[in-house]
């Protein structure tokens, strides 16, 4: 089967750092993307790991271990605007171009003052 | 210079009525999607178009019906709306298969069946 598994709430406070994890079950993997959505929005995109390792893009870093099947979003300098649910996604690989992306259930962080 | 639009943003119906709701990109992109996502929030792929054709279809009922007149348009037609269907509905885009690009997703637009 495949899945996706992200914690459902994560609380913070402004200025801190905060790290959402998410571990993945595919019967292939492409990459790992990271997608943000506040309330009444439209999912965003952030990120995206194909390769092992740390992406930096401003207070925003993702990390991806292929071989342990995981990966994490790191917000850094934590802001009230960055509450909103983030969602982990991934790519599985279905043979040419017939994969499809997956999403995680999504968690939702809170900043608190 | 919207990316992604969808119309309309919120559409009320009866059970058993048939509706439609639009999306065009102008991002120029190759790929689009149908996104539903539920009262808990869980985004779940429906259908997807490369270059007017059908690559994914996810299980749907076939009473969700999508058409893509070219690649800057896709639409869903519902036929026999049920309770269940309420929902949001997403559209997106992507330039590349969608585990290798970033997608760009309308407003979405928000299905209430009574």
């Known amino acids: 089967g495949q899945s996706l598994e992200q914690p459902s709430e994560v609380t913070a406070v402004e200025g801190a750092i905060v790290q959402i994890n998410c571990t993945y079950q595919?019967?292939?993997?492409?990459?790992l993307s990271w997608y943000q959505q506040h309330d009444g929005g439209a999912p965003t995109f952030l990120s995206y790991?194909?390769?092992?390792g740390l992406e930096e893009t401003g207070r925003f870093s993702s990390f991806l271990s292929r071989s342990d099947s995981y990966g994490y979003l790191l917000l850094q300098e934590l802001q009230m605007k960055d509450s909103a649910s983030y969602f982990c996604?991934?790519?599985?690989?279905?043979?040419?171009?017939?994969?499809?992306?997956?999403f995680g259930k999504g968690t939702k962080l809170s900043v608190k003052p | 210079d919207t990316a992604v639009s969808q119309t309309p943003k919120y559409l009320v119906t009866q059970m058993g009525n048939d509706k439609s709701i639009k999306c065009e990109q102008n991002?120029?992109?190759?790929?689009m999607y149908w996104y539903k996502q539920d009262s808990k929030k869980f985004l779940k792929i429906m259908f997807s178009?490369?270059?007017?054709?059908?690559?994914i279809n996810e299980t749907v009922p076939n009473r969700f019906s999508p058409k893509s007149p070219d690649k800057a348009h896709l639409n869903l037609h519902i036929n026999s709306l049920e309770l269940g269907d309420s929902a949001v509905y997403f559209c997106?885009?992507?330039?590349?298969?969608?585990?290798?690009?970033?997608?760009?997703f309308g407003p979405g637009t928000r299905l209430t069946v009574l």
């Open positions: 997106a885009s992507s330039q590349d298969p969608p585990f290798l690009a970033d997608q760009f």
């Open positions: 178009y490369n270059n007017k054709e059908l690559i």
């Open positions: 996604a991934v790519g599985p690989n279905y043979g040419g171009s017939q994969g499809n992306l997956i």
């Open positions: 595919t019967s292939g993997f492409y990459g």
């Open positions: 790991n194909a390769l092992d």
């Open positions: 991002l120029g992109h190759d790929t």
